[in-house]
């Protein structure tokens, strides 16, 4: 499947069986994973489909859903071990999603040889796509993307609510991040955090946006200053529009 053909996919996917129950979730259609980590039918099968059509497309690659790693926690291991594989996050932002917050997207990642080489987000509710390819530059909505310099009053932004309020070294006070993966690093593009910093690190989560920051030429590495492995990722993860404030974050950790 071209670039083109795997963003249709996830749109075509989520006009099908997301939107429908976008502030229309019935109690049913919602359960907990563990306690407080929700998942809905929408999860379910947005996966399904997704990882139907990557697994036709490409028999020999190993799909990594989020759903489908609940069940079978070995998928992890094969796919660390995988020379091509995908992620799949069906519906990014789940808790955001049934809480009725247009905030969540649908996002897939291609892993070759150890390298990220393709990375998709479609934020159905914001009609906003956001796709890479390894040395071929970032995309939204078909337009290039260069990360934008953020005004020294933008806050840093964090995932973890616990380190909210915390004073990251000299650099400022962290604020809360939108709370899906796939709107935080658009925004971080946008210009509209100083940096993003998380302390956990599933590929499905990363990889996408990952991609897409750094060929719209920001910075992205674990908190020790290690580049990401992503097919080993292990730790937190600091996202930054350049070097220097990658670094100086780095310096100013642990929390």
């Known amino acids: ?19 429908p129950r976008f502030r229309a979730l019935a109690d049913e259609q919602v359960t907990e994973k563990n306690p407080g980590d929700l998942v809905t039918v929408a999860d379910h099968e947005s996966e399904a489909l997704i990882t139907a059509a990557l697994q036709a497309a490409y028999p020999d690659a190993l799909v990594l859903g989020e759903e489908a790693m609940a069940a079978d926690p070995t998928l992890l291991d094969r796919f660390a071990a995988a020379d091509h594989a ?19 997207a649908v996002m897939v990642a291609e892993v070759r040889g150890g390298e990220v080489t393709r ?33 020294a009053a933008v806050p840093f932004r964090t995932a973890r609510r616990a380190w909210v309020g915390s004073e990251l070294g000299d650099l400022g006070t962290l604020e809360l991040t939108w709370a899906c993966c796939g ?16 302390s956990r690190s599933m590929p499905w989560d990363h990889l996408p946006g990952a991609l897409i920051l750094t060929e719209a030429g920001g910075v992205i590495g674990q908190h020790d200053g290690r580049p990401l492995a992503p097919q080993a990722l292990a730790g937190g993860i600091v996202a930054a529009p350049d070097r220097a404030t ?10």
């Open 86 to 104: 995908f992620t799949v996050d069906p519906v990014d932002g789940t808790k955001n999603f049934v809480h009725g917050s247009p905030d969540h």
């Open 1 to 19: 499947m071209d670039t083109v053909a795997v963003l249709t996919l996830l749109q075509d996917v989520a006009a099908e069986v997301i939107n």
């Open 246 to 255: 990658y670094d100086a974050i780095v310096a100013a950790l642990p929390l």
């Open 119 to 151: 990375g998709w987000i479609w934020q159905p509710q914001h009609a906003a796509s956001y796709v890479a390819e390894r040395g071929g530059g970032a995309w939204r909505n078909g337009e290039r993307l260069t990360v934008a310099t953020a005004g």
């Open 183 to 198: 709107v935080d690093y658009p925004h971080l593009i946008a210009g509209d955090a100083r940096a993003l910093l998380y």
